[in-house]
């Protein structure tokens, strides 16, 4: 019983690892090194199949060699008594070579004189993962196959994996439309903020966390303050997580043009610089003006070389009318 309760807790503080998981690249690994720990396995496999092109993606802990034959794998997967079957019921509940063809049945098959016998594999238990691809996560042993409670085991465990999959992959859609608005509202001169249930920052661009350092966002309705970069506007929206819009109203800086003109500036030139005396990227920049960065940045080299500035700091502070 002590036992029993003990792998219970190892399985849920894996199943936690799982769902913290902060992105997708890692996620595979993190799974599969606590699947090596919580299930008796020779090898535990991520394996990620694309019908179209019969490719395999896979990784094995521990590997031996494994992952080095894929190629053989591909090339007789469409002997596999277990791919096609988790292909077709992408969220499968573990099921095992033996559920399917005897042992004798099994030998015959050139996947396993090409691949399994020579890696020692003669029982093999999967299941899938998820409905929008056809992941299948395996489990290797060479003396004995998987019993009935063994497999109950593993479904509890691909419930967790499958939900934990499913969250981070929310988790990084959500991160990238996030970045997508940021931009969009960075390029108009606004920046957004998200705050945790205690009222501190969790994700913010580096401007707005400038701009807020130092202040009690906890209860914020509205704040208006004069800053260097201009005056700034930070409204909450009621949401969940709470957001903060931030608004910098950046007046544009009068370029002198006689000053511009002594220089030998293009208009573009000016234009550009202007933009960046508001504090704009090479990347808002050229959003703003529908051209590269790479174009944005030949403009303020020619500009700076012509003024004969350093930085672009200099090059601004050389056009500025006089207040």
């Known amino acids: 019983m002590a036992a029993a309760a003990l792998r219970a807790e190892d399985a849920l503080r894996a199943a936690y690892i799982w769902h913290e998981a902060p992105d997708l690249a890692g996620f ?24 179209q092109t019969g490719k395999l993606e896979v990784l094995v802990v521990p590997d031996e060699g ?7 794998l591909e090339t007789w997967a469409h002997q596999h008594p277990l791919i096609g079957r988790i292909v077709e019921n992408p969220m499968s509940e573990p099921i095992a070579i033996s559920d399917f063809c005897t042992r004798r049945e099994f030998h015959r098959l050139d996947l396993y004189c090409e691949f399994f016998k020579p890696h020692e594999i003669e029982y093999q238990c999967s299941f899938g993962l998820s409905t929008t691809s056809f992941i299948g996560i395996a489990f290797n042993r060479s003396k004995r196959d998987f019993t009935k409670d063994e497999r109950r085991f593993l479904d509890l465990l691909r419930k967790h994996i499958a939900q934990a999959h499913a969250t981070v992959c929310a988790r990084v859609e959500a991160r990238e ?5 940021e931009q969009a509202l960075g390029n ?10 205690a009222g501190r920052i969790s994700h913010a661009s580096p401007r707005a966390r400038r701009l807020l350092r130092g202040r009690d966002l906890a209860a914020l309705q509205r704040l208006e303050l004069a800053t260097d970069e201009g ?41 550009i610089l202007a933009l960046v ?6 990347a808002q920049i050229a959003a703003a003006m529908t051209i590269s960065a790479r174009t944005v940045d030949k403009h303020v080299e020619h500009a700076l070389a012509k003024i004969g500035a350093s930085s672009r700091r200099e090059a601004v502070a050389a056009l500025l009318e006089s207040p």
């Open 28 to 51: 595979p690994g993190r799974v599969l090194e606590g699947l090596s720990r919580l299930v008796e396995a020779d090898a535990v496999g991520w394996n990620e199949f694309d019908p």
């Open 188 to 197: 108009a001169g606004r920046e957004i903020v998200v705050l945790d249930r």
């Open 66 to 72: 494994l992952s080095r034959d894929v190629s053989v």
């Open 231 to 271: 005056r700034v506007t930070v409204r909450r929206v009621d949401a969940d997580p709470t957001v903060l819009l931030v608004d910098l109203d950046r007046t544009p800086p009068l370029i002198d043009s006689r000053r511009a003109a002594t220089y030998g500036l293009t208009p573009r030139e000016v234009e």
């Open 177 to 181: 439309r996030l970045l997508l608005l």
């Open 277 to 282: 005396a508001l504090g704009y990227t090479s």
